[in-house]
């Protein structure tokens, strides 16, 4: 019987143990969080049992996922490219709007998010190219422009709809040339660039954009004006750019340091900082308990973007450093299976996909606390969310499959290197200590 659960449960078993908590978690916040929804719906059992069958069809895949050997990811890439490229131009035009965001498709009745697989996709065309482009002094210097050439197919695709998740792409992308060895002189250029695309794309959402349709859901809103001496509605339109509207809205907000009293706060404007803010304030160090959250029933998204500021309320300061030490936790596991991989794609890959992982969640938290303007990130493995949860339990899966592999590969190097030596079974015994380590 344990031959077969340990057969079921391959690869890392502290990365096992991480997702493992992370879904526990999930369960019981969610559980939580999802009050207000219930309360609307008046069914308090579907929304929660939806959620859970998503985490165990998203381990599901994950197992199905661990046991495809690492050389088909890349034999897949190709394909996921073409097939990403096309879903985002699809989604673009036809796309469903859910919460003023049009970057949904569905497919037999299932909806999901292009741009999660995208990411996966950019994942592995990345660490294809790092890898088959590697020298004794780093990367070859065509391996930035190859990158780049993937990156302006799919990044600029994701950015007309949801800018945050092009952004946290974009850094991963980059941080994964650093690890990759792309030349100096390059990642400068890249650092420059940069600079000059944020600085020109916050002028344009500043000129295009109106952040009164922003406060409106991105509705026409009205306005009130004097005409001959009488006050009258004005009503303007639906801007051609919501995306730019809810952007402009969510940069001057943040930027915007200007002391409220609490008197004067607008909870129908601000809904969602100042409730995450009362949440974390009102945790008072050691939380509410698990379930006893007031401000689910106020704060918009509490199950979704926001559902940290409910895990800092209800469990304190131990809960939110708990969350944030199991990101961290993973990514080091990460770092120590890349480190183990004989070739340089599994390393690469995982690394990628751990970096993907734990930015997000980071962005997710910081803005919770109020760190960075609200970006609308999940947090990975927690948040309800639909199949971008089954999607990040695949990346899981990805990283358990290299896991498996780089493990392999540790063994047989050292019963290649001790056979010579010793006798076949001192061989074996010597192996399976250090596999156990």
Partial sequence: MSKRVSGIFKGDKVIWMVFFFLCIISAIEVFSALSSLTFKTGDYVSPMVKHIGLLLLGVFFMIVTLNIPCRYFKLATPFLIIGCFIALVWVHFFGQSINGAGRWMSILGIKFQPSEIA?????????????????DHGADRHA?????????????????????????????????????????????????????????????????????????????????????????????????????????ARIKKFGNNEYVPPEKVDLDKDAQTSYANIAIASSNFIGKGPGNSEERDFLPQAYSDYIYAIIIEETGLFGAF???????????????????????????LVMGLGLMIVIQALFNMCVAVGLVPVTGQPLPL?????????INCVYIGMI??????????????????????TTPQTADQTADNIERK
């Fill in 119 to 135: 990411k996966g996709t950019m994942m592995l065309a990345t660490a294809q190219i790092l890898s088959a482009m590697q020298t």
């Fill in 144 to 248: 930035y422009y190859y990158i780049l050439t993937i990156w302006a197919i799919l990044v600029p695709l994701i950015f007309l709809e949801n800018l945050s998740t092009a952004v946290l792409l974009s850094m991963t992308v980059f941080f994964m040339m650093i690890i990759g060895r792309v030349p100096a002189k390059q990642l400068l250029r890249t650092v420059g660039f940069i600079a000059v695309a944020i600085a020109i794309s916050i002028s344009l959402v500043f000129a295009i954009g109106d952040d009164r349709n922003a406060d409106n859901g991105n509705k026409a809103y009205t306005e009130m004006v004097a005409r001959n001496g009488k006050v009258v509605e004005k009503k303007q339109q639906k801007s051609m750019f919501p995306r730019a509207d809810t952007w402009k």
């Fill in 322 to 348: 708990f969350v944030a030490m199991l990101y961290v936790i993973l990514l080091y596991r990460v770092g120590i299976i890349a480190n183990r991989c004989e070739n340089n794609f599994p390393a690469f």
């Fill in 382 to 390: 927690i948040s309800r969310g639909g199949t971008s949860t089954v």
């Fill in 400 to 421: 358990l499959s290299v896991s498996r592999t780089a493990k392999k590969n540790k063994v047989g190097a050292a019963k290649n290197t001790i056979a010579a030596a």
